[in-house]
């Protein structure tokens, strides 16, 4: 049974420091997805990455992907109270689009 | 683009009473739409796939009797929550894979089941 892991799964910091997100999955997958969820709202689509060493940024945020390492880390860099989320990775081992998401990491960035 | 509607947002319903929530794909056709059911504080489970034009796929542990799924057409598929109970309180999210594309689903706003 494929697991997904985050780490860690509540983080709590200041603002403008770094810090990063771990995602561990235990089966083989060339897909893994980040995605963020605002409370009581669905969840919207951050980074996608497809092939081994994939990296991507957008704003604050930077996701990496080593599938032989079966590990994703998405970074956060001088963090800002708007990035206050809770960010879940998720991983499609079929290539069917069948997600299995991490337990998610509650973010609270403080002023 | 690639809009998901969910209707409705949020249902209250009496325990043992039928609820059906719709997924809309608004602008691409999808040919495959998934369901996950999340409870509070935690992560989304898959719960079917839903085909159009062919039965659903159930996850292990999903009761298909339960959880009906039709997916009549490209840009619809709902699920009926049978027989309701307060244990199926939930948020259920809906998602669809454009037709074109095989790397991306789009989620819908999601739909709080609150039963009674």
């Known amino acids: 049974e494929l697991k997904v892991e985050q780490n860690p799964l509540f983080l709590s910091m200041q603002e403008g420091k770094n810090y990063t997100i771990y995602c561990n999955y235990s089966?083989?997958?060339?897909?893994l997805y980040w995605y963020r969820q605002d409370p009581g709202k669905s969840l919207e689509s951050l980074f996608v990455?497809?092939?081994?060493?994939a990296v991507k940024q957008e704003g604050r945020l930077m996701a990496s992907l080593d599938t032989k390492a079966r590990l994703s880390t998405l970074h956060i860099t001088a963090a800002v109270h708007d990035l206050s989320a809770t960010y879940f990775c998720?991983?499609?081992?079929?290539?069917?689009?069948?997600?299995?998401f991490g337990q998610g990491t509650r973010l609270t960035i403080n002023p | 683009g690639a809009v998901v509607s969910q209707h409705p947002s949020w249902v209250i319903c009496k325990s043992g009473t039928s609820v059906k929530i719709e997924c809309r794909s608004l602008?691409?056709?999808?040919?495959?739409m998934f369901w996950y059911r999340q409870f509070p504080k935690q992560s989304l489970m898959l719960m079917a796939t839903?085909?159009?034009?062919?039965?659903?796929?159930?996850e292990q542990g999903v009761e298909k009797d339960k959880f009906l799924i039709n997916h009549a057409s490209l840009t619809l598929s709902t699920l009926t929550v049978t027989s309701a109970h307060p244990e199926d309180s939930s948020f259920y999210i809906c998602?669809?894979?454009?037709?074109?594309?095989?790397?991306?689903?789009?989620f819908g706003p999601g739909t709080r089941l609150t039963v009674l």
């Open positions: 998602s669809a894979r454009d037709a074109r594309s095989t790397d991306t689903q789009y």
């Open positions: 089966t083989t997958s060339d897909r």
């Open positions: 990455l497809l092939s081994n060493g």
């Open positions: 998720a991983v499609d081992p079929s290539g069917a689009q069948k997600l299995v």
């Open positions: 602008d691409f056709q999808a040919t495959t």
């Open positions: 839903s085909n159009e034009g062919s039965k659903a796929t159930y």
